[in-house]
C-alpha cells in the first residue's frame, strides 16, 4: 500500500513557468547556471510555486518541485471562481484578482494563469499593475493574493456571526419575548 505523500505526489500537476539563464565569468570563459519559477498544484485547492537552481535545467526542475510541494497553499472557491477581489503585492509587484461570472475563464497573463489554473479556479479575471514584470515576483505576489481570501464563512466566525440562518433565527426569538 503506498504512502499518503505518493499518492498525493502522484495526483499534483507541475508546470514550468520560467527559465533564467544566468552566467559568471571566469578566466576560462563564462559558466552558465539556470534558475527555473516551477508552479504545482492538484487542479482543485491547493498549490503552490518553487524556485529551483542548479547546472542544469533538469536538476533545477527538480529542486523547484520539490520546495513547490513544501510552499503549497489552499485556494479558497465560491463556486468556479473567488470569493471576492483581492490585491496581492510583494516587492513592487501588485497583482489583482477579480471573480467573474460562469464562463468567463481564466483571463490572465503568464504566471498567473498557471497558478490559478492549477489552484481550481476556472472564471477570474487578474491584472498585473505594479511596477515589475519579474516572473518571481509576480508569482510571490499572486500566492499573497490567494492567502489573504477568505470565504463568507470565515468572515461570519471573525465577526462572532455563526451563519445568517441562526442570527435570523436569534432575531425572532427576541421579538416574541
Known sequence: MPRRNETEAAELQERVVAINRVSKVVKGGKRFRFAVLVVVGDGSSKVGTGIGKAKEIAEAVRKGIEKAKKNMVSVKHAGNTIPHP?????????????????????????????????????????????????????????????????????????????GEDSAEAEGDSHGEN
Request: proline share 3%; charged share 25%.
Open 86 to 162: 483581492v490585491v496581492g503585492e510583494f516587492g513592487a509587484a501588485r497583482v489583482l484578482l477579480k471573480p467573474c461570472p460562469e464562463g468567463t475563464g481564466v483571463i490572465a497573463g503568464g504566471v498567473v494563469r498557471a497558478i490559478m489554473e492549477l489552484g481550481g479556479v476556472k472564471d477570474v479575471v487578474t491584472k498585473v499593475t505594479g511596477r515589475t514584470s519579474n516572473a518571481i515576483n509576480i508569482a510571490h505576489a499572486t500566492l499573497e493574493a490567494i492567502r489573504i481570501t477568505r470565504t463568507e464563512d470565515e468572515i461570519m466566525k471573525l465577526r462572532g456571526l455563526v
